[in-house]
């Protein structure tokens, strides 16, 4: 059974840095093609970044710069590094998986970024 399980959200104060973990079972995600996605109140999820298997990665406009992902095969996590974060980034942050030919989802963690 294949899980993805988020974690580190929480409230940040804007300028402030959070990183989120994905913890994967029943994958292997330094053969997979890794994402993070968020969807904030209103608004439709939306691509945040990725990192294939090969360890190319690709970021939104929006979090260019400030925004790191990575992954640690050993302990089968990917991450999303979270700098200057502003209120704008407030949203619920979600895991993707691609692997073989099937995709899969976390939870999701919130993230508010508030004052």
């Known amino acids: 059974q294949v899980q993805l399980v988020e974690s580190g959200g929480g409230l940040v104060q804007p300028g402030g840095s959070q990183r989120l973990s994905c913890a994967a079972t029943?994958?292997?995600?330094?053969?997979?093609?890794m994402g993070w996605y968020r969807q904030a109140p209103g608004k439709e999820r939306e691509f945040v970044a990725s990192?294939?298997?090969?360890?190319?990665?690709n970021y939104a406009d929006s979090v260019k710069g400030r925004f790191t992902i990575s992954r640690d095969s050993a302990k089968n996590t990917v991450y999303l590094q979270m700098n200057s974060l502003k209120p704008e980034d407030t949203a619920v942050y979600y895991c993707?998986?691609?692997?073989?030919?099937?995709?899969?989802w976390g939870q999701g963690t919130q993230v508010t970024v508030s004052s």
């Open positions: 993707r998986a691609l692997f073989t030919t099937r995709i899969y």
């Open positions: 029943g994958i292997v995600t330094s053969r997979s093609f």
């Open positions: 990192i294939t298997s090969g360890g190319d990665t």
